[in-house]
């Protein structure tokens, strides 16, 4: 059965930095799009970036670019974001998902497997 787990959340201060991993496993997950959402209390889940497995084009939502980075390891099954100069309104829930590449990569219905989530707390 396919499975992605995300680690690397945790507690940070404004203007810190975290990485977070997202490890697939189960299936294979080439051809795929593998993306990040985020989900704060009583808001709807939203996307934050996403890169395509094998050709490594990236995409980002406008309030994280230049500060986010979205990577992968194909050979290990693993998607990375680097989350830079974070803030305390991003303080969320930090989801993982994987999409058929052809599918829109913004929204979160676009998306068939989901990770449990790792919470990332940032204070002011």
């Known amino acids: 059965q396919a499975q992605l787990a995300e680690s690397g959340g945790g507690l940070v201060q404004a203007g810190g930095s975290l990485r977070l991993s997202c490890a697939a496993s189960?299936?294979?997950?080439?051809?795929?799009?593998m993306g990040w959402f985020r989900q704060a209390p009583g808001k709807e889940r939203e996307f934050v970036a996403a890169?395509?497995?094998?050709?490594?084009?990236?995409y980002y939502a406008d309030s994280v670019k230049g500060r986010f980075t979205i990577s992968r390891d194909s050979a290990k099954n693993t998607v990375f974001l680097q989350m830079n100069n974070l803030q305390p309104e991003e303080t969320a829930v930090y989801y993982c998902?994987?999409?058929?590449?052809?599918?829109?990569?913004?929204?979160?219905?676009?998306?068939?497997?989901w990770g449990q989530g790792t919470q990332v707390t940032v204070s002011s």
């Open positions: 890169v395509n497995w094998s050709g490594g084009l990236t």
């Open positions: 998902a994987s999409q058929d590449s052809g599918r829109s990569y913004i929204g979160a219905l676009e998306y068939d497997y």
């Open positions: 189960g299936r294979t997950f080439s051809n795929r799009r």
